[in-house]
């Protein structure tokens, strides 16, 4: 983001999202959380203009922020984006050096299904010089993580993330890129007990290499 010319403020006191705390059923933990957030990002000082997430499930659940708080937690949310989102809808603003990699992107349910955003990261995946987007069956599909379903039903969860490992091992990428870090736990711990050597990264991951090596030059 700053290479993009961007302005980029870390707030120290910023905390968890709630994401988890709700997936477990903790409610009145959450909102709180929630409201602790809705004070550190729009306290005193400059207003931002949008507070950009990493994480698909921590996106999804703040801009869920008035429902769960009340139209106090309206003004965060409607700030809320997701980095990839972000740097998409601002168009190319970066130098890119080539990564020769073959890339599987793969949705993360609260990305594509939750806040509706498909096209960004592979918009910018295909901007990398000499990275190869190859395409596997139905990228849609849940991995099992779904929060914390993989930790209290990881039968279940192993079996809902049986068929993408079998799509993602004909696809044989190098790397295998998702936006959520649950999901890529899941598909980290599958593709290793598969014996399947992809790594697994967050696409910025990619777009912060690129940048870097024509930062570089």
């Known amino acids: 983001l700053a290479r993009a010319g961007y302005d980029v403020v870390v707030p120290e006191s910023q905390g968890c999202c709630g994401a988890l705390h709700a997936h477990a059923g903790d409610l009145e933990r959450a909102r709180e959380l929630a409201r602790h957030n809705v004070s550190v990002f729009g306290g005193s000082g400059e207003p931002f203009d949008a507070v950009v ?29 997701d980095v990839l989102e972000f740097l998409d809808a601002v168009g190319p603003r970066l130098a890119l050096s080539p990564l020769a990699r073959r890339v599987c992107y793969d949705d993360p349910c ?25 395409a596997h069956r ?3 599909a849940c991995c099992g993580a779904a929060g914390i379903y993989n930790l209290t039903h990881p039968e279940m969860s192993a079996q809902v993330l049986s068929p993408k490992l079998d799509a993602l091992a004909e696809a044989a990428p190098e790397i295998v890129a998702t936006a959520n870090p649950g999901c890529a736990m899941q ?12 790594r697994v990264v967050h696409p910025i991951e990619l777009m912060e290499e690129a940048s870097r090596g024509a930062a570089r030059t």
């Open 138 to 140: 139905n990228p849609e």
């Open 187 to 198: 598909l980290a711990a599958g593709l290793a007990g598969r014996g399947i050597a992809a």
């Open 53 to 81: 997430v990493t994480s698909a499930g921590c996106s999804a659940a703040l801009r869920e922020l008035e429902h769960w708080i009340g139209t106090d937690g309206k003004p965060l949310a409607g700030n809320v984006r």
């Open 110 to 134: 609260h990305l594509i299904h939750a806040q509706g955003i498909a096209a960004a990261p592979r918009n910018l995946l295909r901007a990398i010089p000499q990275l190869e987007l190859v």
